[in-house]
Structure formats: C-alpha cells, structure tokens
C-alpha cells in the first residue's frame, strides 16, 4: 500500500512538473496591445520573458521596451523589484527576469516607441 502512495506521489509531482502551466498574457499600453508569455511557465530563479507589441495590425519593433517585476513588503520580507531590459531578438522583446520568491508578483511593462511616448502595462503573474 506504502509502495502505491509512494509511486502515485512520484507520478503527481511529476506531472505536475511537465504540466507547469505556460504563462500568455495580453494587455493594452495605451494604444498600443502589449503580449507577454513563456512556454515554460515561470519559476523561482532567472526566467525568459518573451514580450510582443502591436500598434494596431502592425508589429513595432523598434521600441524600447523594459520590464518590472515587484512584490510589495510581507510579513519578515522587505519589498521586492526586479528591473529588466528587453531587447528584440529574432521575432519578439526577450527579457531575463528573475522571481525570488513564489507568489504573486505585480508586472509592469514600459514601452517607450521612437516618437518617445511612453505606454504602461500593469499585469501581475503568480508562481
Ligand atoms: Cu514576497
């Protein structure tokens, strides 16, 4: 019966290890349709965000685009914020970002187009 357990627990964390869900989310910054993922779903440590801007039906590429995560002070933790630049690469804004704790982490994405608007998305992300 121990046996049983044991090998039914091996298998959950194992799935839920593969299944770790994938993280897509879109929002607007202004005018402009800001979309983040990462196929992996986030973890704890350093993590690849992958980020797509859309003015319209047109792709911009040429924005700079950066990213904040932050999560506010908690009960024997100080408050926390990571900073970011994305850089264009191949087809999307890449961004190493990197979660130090679990939990809720509030997300802020700027993006600055070459007319030197600056558009905010506010989102949040759990891990
Ligand atoms: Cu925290």
């Not at 194992?14 to 607007?28: M, Q």
């Not at 047109?58 to 950066?66: H, L, Q, T």
């Amino acid at each position: 019966m121990k046996k049983i357990l044991g090998v039914l627990l091996a298998l959950a964390l194992g799935l839920s290890s593969v299944y770790a869900e994938a993280l897509l989310k879109k929002g607007n910054a202004g005018n402009l349709e800001v979309e983040f993922s990462n196929p992996k779903g986030l973890t704890v440590g350093m993590n690849k965000i992958s980020i797509k801007v859309m003015d319209g039906a047109k792709e911009v590429k040429d924005a700079k685009v950066s990213i904040v995560a932050s999560m506010p002070a908690m009960t024997g933790m100080h408050a926390m914020e990571e900073k970011a630049e994305a850089l264009f690469v191949g087809n999307a804004y890449m961004a190493d970002v990197a979660f130090t704790m679990r939990g809720t982490w509030q997300i802020s994405i700027v993006v600055e187009t070459k007319d030197g608007a600056k558009q905010r998305l506010k989102s949040s992300v759990n891990l």
